[in-house]
């Protein structure tokens, strides 16, 4: 028996009480200036992460005096789509958003709830999903402040608590050094990766528009003019079709009808298409037939050259990145436009030792990237073991009157 099952045999045999989070908690009923805060005590919606984690480091000042303070060891939420499930155990005191809600729990001579175990309740898919329900408004829906005092908690002894706590802590503990772990990987492969393909000494050095086709999209202007639920209609590619992360484009969300598929620029399955605004310089490789717009790249007519893995590596990595970064100009929006991309002098080896590169590069992508193994597979399993383990430990036989 462990010693959570020991301490609820001995201290809460007829099962535990359940309650409104108002009988043990309320919202912070206090101010503060926010001409007094520093970038680390400042919390809005931006600097909250969702699941176990909490608040990073605030990399901004609030542009308002009155906030609403908060203190260690209140409960903060988010509290405006899409950020509901952002919650935070606090670990200093500071000012919040109007979006953030700081939930205190209540003074009491004799304590009954642990704030820590009050994060973990709040923090919980259960209590994410009564929130959903329950919010409120069309554009932005916002929590509601009277359901969410609403809500039903247990509330076991104490001791209790702390012990669910201590084992949820310690589960939170190892998805962060996993995280980390994955998180240094993944510089490490990029680093790798930069090197590997950046010091091919004696491969032979080509301007990439000598050896590639490089155009940019084109936009039927008003698109919306030309979106059409008709099936036949031609896949219109966004950036939002592919994954974060991912690789290959192989669905879109919308499709333009032929006259628009006209005004704009086809990609064929195999073409390369580069982002030139918003994901910057990112490369992908379309393995549909489709039509993209004027932000982004196509790229095609490259097979002599180069093997398609082993491009997608190069226009990867990190020397080429930065040069084009270098090309884009220092704005604040940078343009990766056709020119730019065509002028980038990149390493040609032999198809030989691509394929070579490309093997060494797929083995070391999988064990950072994959999420059918390595270290994504063994972090998906974690969180999945933690979110059923939440679930456990905060589900309790109510005591019945």
Known sequence: MSLLDELMTDLAPQGVRHCRLDEVAGYSETRVDGSELDRTSFVGVDNLVAGAGGKVAASYLPNTQRLTAYEVGDVLLG??????????????SGGCSGDVLAVRVKGQKKQVLDPAFLYYVLSSGEFFAYNVQHSKGAKMPRGSKDA?????????????????????????????????ELEARRRQFEHFAGLLLANEEHALRVRFGDVATIVRGASPRPIQKFITDDPGGAPWIKIGDVP???????????????????????????????????SFGRPYISKIDGYIHDG???????????????????????PVQEEFAKRAGAGTVKNLNAEVVRAVEI??????????????????????????????????ARRKQYAYYQDKLLTFEERTA
């Open 79 to 92: 509290n405006i789509r899409p950020y509901l499930k952002k919650v935070w155990l606090a670990t200093n």
């Open 148 to 180: 969410i005092m609403g809500y039903r908690i247990p509330v076991p002894p104490i001791e209790a608590q702390r012990e669910i706590v201590r084992i949820l802590d310690t589960f939170t503990q190892l998805d962060a050094e996993l995280e980390a």
């Open 244 to 278: 974060p992360g991912g690789k290959y484009i192989t669905r879109t969300g919308q499709r333009v009808t032929k006259e628009g598929a006209s005004k704009s620029r086809r990609v064929r399955p195999g073409d390369f298409v580069l982002s030139n605004s918003m």
């Open 296 to 318: 982004w790249l196509s790229i095609s007519g490259f097979e002599d050259s180069f093997i398609s893995d082993y491009l997608y590596y190069l226009l990867r990595s990190a």
């Open 347 to 380: 390493p040609m080896p032999s198809r030989e030792r691509q394929g070579q590169i490309v093997e060494l590069l797929d083995r070391f992508d999988a064990l950072v990237n994959d999420l059918r193994s390595g270290l994504p597979a063994e972090l998906a």
